[in-house]
Protein backbone atom coordinates (compact mmCIF):
# COMPACT_ATOMS: atom_id res chain seq x y z
CA UNK A 1 0.00 0.00 0.00
CA UNK A 2 2.92 2.48 0.58
CA UNK A 3 4.59 2.08 -2.67
CA UNK A 4 1.34 2.46 -3.79
CA UNK A 5 0.81 5.62 -2.23
CA UNK A 6 4.71 6.77 -2.98
CA UNK A 7 4.03 5.73 -6.63
CA UNK A 8 0.45 8.15 -7.23
CA UNK A 9 1.97 11.07 -5.43
CA UNK A 10 4.91 11.26 -7.68
CA UNK A 11 2.82 10.82 -10.57
CA UNK A 12 0.93 13.41 -9.78
CA UNK A 13 4.08 15.31 -9.13
CA UNK A 14 5.44 14.23 -12.79
CA UNK A 15 2.00 15.06 -14.69
CA UNK A 16 2.00 18.47 -13.04
CA UNK A 17 5.60 18.96 -14.86
CA UNK A 18 4.01 17.31 -18.31
CA UNK A 19 0.91 19.81 -18.06
CA UNK A 20 3.02 22.74 -17.29
CA UNK A 21 5.46 21.94 -20.83
CA UNK A 22 2.36 21.58 -22.84
CA UNK A 23 0.35 24.85 -21.42
CA UNK A 24 -2.77 22.35 -19.98
CA UNK A 25 -3.43 24.63 -17.26
CA UNK A 26 -7.07 23.43 -16.76
CA UNK A 27 -5.94 19.47 -16.39
CA UNK A 28 -2.80 20.98 -14.13
CA UNK A 29 -5.34 22.06 -11.73
CA UNK A 30 -7.23 19.10 -12.01
CA UNK A 31 -3.82 17.67 -10.14
CA UNK A 32 -4.99 19.65 -7.03
CA UNK A 33 -7.77 18.90 -4.23
CA UNK A 34 -10.05 21.58 -4.17
CA UNK A 35 -8.36 23.01 -1.68
CA UNK A 36 -5.37 22.62 -2.61
CA UNK A 37 -2.10 25.10 -1.67
CA UNK A 38 0.39 26.70 -3.72
CA UNK A 39 3.30 28.69 -1.84
CA UNK A 40 6.29 30.38 -3.14
CA UNK A 41 8.89 31.06 -0.24
CA UNK A 42 10.91 33.33 -2.37
CA UNK A 43 8.31 35.02 -4.83
CA UNK A 44 9.29 38.95 -5.51
CA UNK A 45 8.11 41.40 -4.10
CA UNK A 46 4.15 42.01 -5.12
CA UNK A 47 3.97 38.27 -5.89
CA UNK A 48 1.14 36.00 -4.22
CA UNK A 49 3.31 33.73 -1.62
CA UNK A 50 -0.17 32.13 -1.42
CA UNK A 51 -2.50 30.72 -3.55
CA UNK A 52 -5.33 28.37 -2.21
CA UNK A 53 -8.13 26.71 -4.06
CA UNK A 54 -8.92 25.67 -7.25
CA UNK A 55 -10.15 28.48 -9.05
CA UNK A 56 -7.76 31.14 -7.52
CA UNK A 57 -5.02 28.19 -9.19
CA UNK A 58 -6.30 28.48 -12.66
CA UNK A 59 -6.84 32.89 -12.55
CA UNK A 60 -3.05 32.31 -11.37
CA UNK A 61 -1.49 30.20 -13.72
CA UNK A 62 -3.69 30.74 -16.72
CA UNK A 63 -1.44 33.14 -18.51
CA UNK A 64 1.43 30.79 -17.94
CA UNK A 65 1.92 29.28 -21.59
CA UNK A 66 1.21 32.83 -22.91
CA UNK A 67 4.92 33.95 -21.17
CA UNK A 68 6.80 30.95 -21.07
CA UNK A 69 7.27 28.29 -23.34
CA UNK A 70 9.31 25.58 -21.50
CA UNK A 71 10.72 21.63 -21.30
CA UNK A 72 11.86 20.24 -17.52
CA UNK A 73 14.17 17.81 -16.88
CA UNK A 74 16.78 16.17 -14.45
CA UNK A 75 14.07 15.06 -12.27
CA UNK A 76 15.09 13.81 -9.10
CA UNK A 77 13.00 12.35 -6.43
CA UNK A 78 14.25 11.87 -2.93
CA UNK A 79 13.00 9.31 -1.48
CA UNK A 80 10.87 10.13 2.33
CA UNK A 81 9.48 8.01 4.93
CA UNK A 82 5.41 9.75 4.34
CA UNK A 83 4.56 8.16 0.94
CA UNK A 84 2.43 11.07 0.52
CA UNK A 85 5.32 13.25 0.87
CA UNK A 86 7.38 14.23 -2.79
CA UNK A 87 10.46 16.20 -2.76
CA UNK A 88 11.75 16.93 -6.22
CA UNK A 89 14.64 18.49 -7.51
CA UNK A 90 14.50 19.27 -11.09
CA UNK A 91 15.01 21.63 -14.13
CA UNK A 92 13.84 24.01 -16.85
CA UNK A 93 14.78 24.69 -20.24
CA UNK A 94 12.85 27.50 -21.62
CA UNK A 95 12.45 31.35 -22.85
CA UNK A 96 10.29 33.73 -22.10
CA UNK A 97 7.87 34.16 -25.24
CA UNK A 98 7.85 37.82 -25.29
CA UNK A 99 11.87 38.45 -25.06
CA UNK A 100 13.15 35.63 -26.37
CA UNK A 101 15.92 35.60 -23.54
CA UNK A 102 16.65 31.97 -22.02
CA UNK A 103 14.81 30.91 -18.68
CA UNK A 104 17.03 28.27 -17.19
CA UNK A 105 15.66 27.73 -13.49
CA UNK A 106 16.41 25.48 -11.32
CA UNK A 107 14.02 24.22 -8.59
CA UNK A 108 13.24 21.83 -5.40
CA UNK A 109 9.74 21.44 -4.77
CA UNK A 110 8.10 20.10 -1.51
CA UNK A 111 4.62 18.90 -2.45
CA UNK A 112 1.91 16.56 -0.03
CA UNK A 113 -0.41 14.60 -1.96
CA UNK A 114 -3.86 12.36 -0.86
CA UNK A 115 -3.69 8.88 -0.93
CA UNK A 116 -4.93 8.83 -4.53
CA UNK A 117 -2.21 11.21 -5.68
CA UNK A 118 -4.17 14.71 -5.56
CA UNK A 119 -2.05 17.44 -4.21
CA UNK A 120 -3.15 19.08 -1.37
CA UNK A 121 0.15 21.67 -0.66
CA UNK A 122 2.95 22.56 -3.29
CA UNK A 123 5.68 24.35 -2.01
CA UNK A 124 7.53 25.96 -5.04
CA UNK A 125 11.09 26.90 -4.59
CA UNK A 126 12.63 28.69 -7.27
CA UNK A 127 15.11 31.89 -8.22
CA UNK A 128 12.76 34.81 -8.99
CA UNK A 129 15.41 37.22 -11.05
CA UNK A 130 16.33 34.50 -13.41
CA UNK A 131 12.39 34.64 -14.19
CA UNK A 132 12.79 38.51 -14.22
CA UNK A 133 15.88 38.93 -15.84
CA UNK A 134 14.29 36.38 -18.57
CA UNK A 135 11.16 38.70 -18.99
CA UNK A 136 13.46 41.51 -20.02
CA UNK A 137 13.09 43.09 -16.32
CA UNK A 138 16.42 44.87 -15.79
CA UNK A 139 18.32 43.89 -12.94
CA UNK A 140 22.06 44.36 -11.95
CA UNK A 141 23.99 41.95 -9.94
CA UNK A 142 26.28 44.95 -8.75
CA UNK A 143 23.62 47.14 -7.58
CA UNK A 144 21.73 44.49 -5.62
CA UNK A 145 25.01 43.35 -4.52
CA UNK A 146 25.75 47.35 -3.44
CA UNK A 147 22.37 48.06 -2.05
CA UNK A 148 22.70 44.50 0.10
CA UNK A 149 26.09 45.57 1.17
CA UNK A 150 25.03 49.21 2.38
Known sequence: MKEQVRKAAQQAFKD???YLSAGKIKAWVDLFTEDGVLTFPYGPDNFPQRVEGKTALFEYMKNFPKHFEVEFKS???????DP???IAEFE???KAISTGKPYLQKYI????TTDKGKILSYVDFWNPLIALESLGVNIKGE???EQFLD
Open 75 to 81: LHFHLTE
Open 84 to 86: NLV
Open 143 to 145: ELA
Open 109 to 112: SVVK
Open 16 to 18: HLS
Open 92 to 94: SDG
